[in-house]
């Protein structure tokens, strides 16, 4: 019973189990899409549409108190996710392998995001105030660890399954979902075990349908009367255009054929690249970025965020000209861009909780959430035709171009000064 009861015991899984599905949808299926011969502008449209769940995730997550209990939404939900990812592994031989595969793609993410509304509230409930901050950087760190996990070994063991299996593309990615299946129903196992039965984790009785309607919609028209709300959605929807274009091009530019413009790297080598270099890089990058932040305010690191999102993106110009064969320019490359991208994503991620401040705020930053997966969505419907139409050197001068509208954005913003300092409250 002690051990039903140790925060140890369930949330550092419980934020693995969360993380995992996102970058397999947002990620991996990139690498199998491109794999199995589908082309860039197909892979960007496809896979972005796959942001939608987290886009509407608002318009549902008020609804999960009425039915059940949150740990039965999460432990619901991480079998069907494993149910998903069996269902990938399934189709990805057969005949009918897009439609299969994008079928459960989908069904992967509505279950991801509806697990995040579930595991999110169950942290605030299952633990105590002082848990609740002190196991706020490990939930962070395995969240982290499931992006390496996914995007990095993951992608490495089904190249490394093609050269056992001599090249059998198909094969090896369908060995490997079906791994994750197991794993997926190992965690579903453990959770349903070990998650703790907290006396507040009920369904409401006291609302209905109708009342949580009512307050939605007034928390949408608080939303929009907000100061500052045109400024403050078009730094939502447009501060990160240019990495909503980067994001997968450069996934596909790191694998794509030497002849197509692209750096030919195998699964093996993407998998350090990408999914390790990249995510420590953009790891210890959001961790100074909070630092920073934290020390002397949003204020005072807006401008230095500003650039160190934007600027590094010329890496990618850089590759597409160069062509790199080392491995260890790639990862400076990487690195660089991806660190940049941590450090300046902070001051993204405080303004949506500086916009939030006041009465609804957990409402509020819901929708600021919202904005931020159509933020990536929108540039990414588009940003693999575009590739194709110009090629990849073009594209990432395009990108570098765009980074003039995240400057723009951020100078239409007025912040409080002592947001974000240490020691200074602000209302």
């Known amino acids: 019973m002690k051990l039903k009861k140790s925060p140890w015991s369930w949330v550092p899984t419980l934020y693995f189990a969360e993380g995992l599905p996102y970058v397999a949808v947002m990620t991996i299926s990139i690498i199998l899409y491109k794999q199995l011969g589908l082309s860039n502008a197909e892979i960007t449209f496809y896979t972005s549409w796959l942001y939608l769940p987290w886009v509407i995730k608002p318009l549902w997550s008020p609804f999960i108190d009425l039915v059940k209990t949150k740990r039965w939404w999460i432990v619901s939900m991480q079998l069907l996710m494993g149910a998903a990812f069996g269902g990938v592994a399934f189709t ?8 299969g595969t994008l079928f459960f793609f989908w069904l992967m993410a509505f279950s991801s995001a509806t697990h995040d509304i579930a595991a999110d509230g169950f942290y605030m409930l299952g633990l105590n105030q002082h848990h609740q901050a002190w196991f706020v950087g490990i939930r962070s760190t395995f969240y982290r660890l499931a992006t390496i996990f996914g995007q990095g070994i993951l992608v ?12 059998s593309i198909a094969f090896s990615w369908s060995l490997m979902f079906y791994g994750v299946t197991g794993l997926f129903i190992a965690l579903w196992l453990w959770h349903g075990y070990i998650l ?3 006396r507040e984790d009920v369904a409401r009785k006291d609302v209905n349908a109708s009342t949580i309607w009512l307050e939605f919609v007034k928390t949408i028209r608080t939303f929009f009367q907000k100061e500052q709300v045109v400024a403050g959605i078009l730094f939502m929807l447009l501060y990160r255009m240019p990495e909503g274009l980067l994001a997968k091009v450069s996934a596909l530019f790191l694998i794509d054929a030497g002849h197509n413009g692209g750096l030919g790297l195998s699964p093996q080598e993407y998998g350090l690249v ?7 890089g953009l790891t210890l990058g959001g961790i100074f970025g909070g630092l920073c932040a934290g020390r002397d305010g949003l204020k005072r690191w807006l401008w230095p965020m500003v650039c160190a999102i934007t600027l590094p993106d010329i890496v990618y110009v850089y590759m597409s000209y160069a062509l790199p064969t080392g491995l260890g320019v790639i990862n400076a ?22 916009y939030s401040r006041g009465n609804f705020k957990t409402s509020h930053y819901a929708l600021c959430t919202a904005f931020m997966a159509l933020s990536m969505m929108i540039p990414g419907l588009f940003a693999g035709a575009l590739q194709e139409a110009v090629g990849y050197r073009m594209f990432f001068i395009i990108v570098m171009a765009c980074c003039a509208v995240t400057f723009v954005v951020a100078s239409m913003l007025k912040i409080d000064p002592r947001f974000g300092v240490k020691g200074q409250e602000t209302e």
Do not use: K, S
């Open 92 to 99: 990805i031989p057969t005949v009918f392998w897009l439609q």
């Open 156 to 167: 490495m063991i089904a190249g490394n399954l093609q050269v056992f299996y001599r090249n």
């Open 196 to 198: 703790p039965h907290p």
């Open 274 to 280: 990408q999914g390790t270099v990249g995510v420590v």
């Open 333 to 354: 490359c990487v690195f660089l861009e991806q660190f940049g991208y941590g450090f300046g994503f902070t001051a993204y991620m405080l303004y949506l909780i500086y």
